[in-house]
């Protein structure tokens, strides 16, 4: 019980202001029908993270080398700068059917969510409680749902969101968290601290 506790509240934790939650508003005010996209999320989150703490159960000691610390640093920063550069959607584009739309978002949620902090911590967290392919099912089933609890009420409520908080601030929040924790995690991988 330990490890679902510990893997939901990590990743809701670490979803809150991330790229995919941005994702999720962007998509809940672009084809407002938040049941697919939920579903989309649901299913892109459960095939990443299990495929990432399969990979942290296979690869554990290499997320204590230096170089991994750093390319992982190095990467949130480059999160940090990407994720100042706003999403283009085309507007004029009719809103596609209920299949559609949870095709759609699990793709993007699946390709976006590659690399993300989120991924990274259930990489680390496979590698750390992983020892048994159970152990790996638990990481999952705790990270995805750290990810329906960040996601779910983004999508429910993304349009009321949107129109209190410019999307514009909010990337400039996400950019800020992602570069300061990839500039301290840069900082601890070169002993600077």
């Given at each position: 019980m330990n490890i679902i506790l510990t893997s939901t509240a990590l990743v809701a934790l670490a979803e809150m202001g991330d790229k995919t939650q941005l994702l999720a508003i962007l998509l809940a005010t672009r084809f407002r029908k938040p049941w697919p996209i939920i579903a989309g999320i649901f299913a892109a989150t459960l095939l990443n993270h299990f495929l990432?703490?399969?990979?942290?159960?296979g690869v554990a000691e290499l997320l204590d080398s230096p170089a991994f610390r750093i390319a992982v640093a190095l990467g949130f920063v480059a999160m940090g700068l990407w994720t100042l550069i706003p999403d283009k959607m085309d507007d004029n584009l009719k809103t596609p059917g209920s299949a559609s739309v949870f095709l759609s978002t699990a793709i993007a949620f699946f390709?976006?969510?590659m690399g993300d902090k989120t991924q990274i911590a259930t990489v680390a967290m496979g590698a750390q409680f992983g020892h048994t392919i159970s152990e790996v099912a638990l990481v999952t089933l705790g990270t995805t749902l750290g990810m329906m609890i960040a996601n779910v009420p983004a999508v429910l409520l993304g349009e009321a969101l949107v129109k209190k908080v410019p999307l514009a601030l909010m990337r400039r929040i996400a950019a800020a968290l992602f570069t300061g924790l990839g500039l301290w995690m840069l900082g601890g991988a070169l002993h600077w601290w």
């Open positions: 990432a703490a399969l990979v942290g159960h390709l976006v969510e």
